[in-house]
């Protein structure tokens, strides 16, 4: 029978529910990631608070932070569960898809190109593909490389793209930080001055439900301006043109 969303779950159904092997529950429990179970008796039971924390613990981890990052997180997040939704909404809205596991040959193929082991040493070196100990490519971000492998299709030169993935990977961490630093210095900073008070989390949690598409789409327009002015001028030089459309005097 299913559980209720309140019943007490014991350890095994515990780790049941987040993914998670009981020893690992444990050792999450021994370095103070979730609170001590109620016990009853010689059983100790656990709510759906533990699941939240665990939850939000292995989607951490599975993030790329380290163990001593989620501890330092976790021993910083204020005590319930609308503080736990708060960190959810910062680190899923703009959560790549599911990671996909390729061989070399698949990868390959679906670039349209040789397999080149080479081109897989690049792709590990910029954190694009990650090597398992089975040989295999764990892909974190799909979509990155999906558009990539479709820009590659339409003749630009696979190392040209290489080459620019550096700059494109700065310049989004710049705009990232843009965009929270805002988010950090006006509504986070009254927030904290106030003490973090229990009855403003949710909406502190709207306003960042709110602020993270809304970043998103201004990203989009921005750069559909600055893409248009951008090729414009590309066009002029190419052409020998003036910005009028008139030969130019060189």
Known sequence: MDQKPDEDLTVDQLAAKVGMTVRNVRAYAGRGLIPPPRLAGRTGYYDQDHVARLTLVRELLGKGYTLAAVERMMSELPDGALALGVVETLVNPWTPAEPEVLDEFQLAERAGVPHDPAVIDQLVELGIAERQDD????????????????????????????????????????????????????????????????????????????????????????????????????????????????????
Request: charge should be negative.
């Open 135 to 250: 040989g295999r490519l764990r892909i974190s971000n799909p979509d990155l490389l999906r558009t990539g492998l479709e820009v590659i299709k339409l003749g630009v030169p696979m190392q040209a793209i290489f080459e620019m993935l550096p700059k494109l990977f700065a310049q989004a961490d710049a705009v990232a930080k843009t965009y929270v630093e805002l988010f950090r210095s006006t509504v986070w900073r009254d927030f904290a001055d106030a003490g973090l008070p229990a009855d403003g989390w949710p909406e502190i949690q709207r306003t960042l439900e709110g602020i993270i598409p809304l970043a998103g789409q201004a990203l989009v327009a921005a750069f559909r301006e600055a893409m248009a002015r951008e090729i414009e001028q590309v066009a002029y030089e190419e052409l020998g043109l003036d910005p009028k459309g008139l030969p130019s005097a060189g």
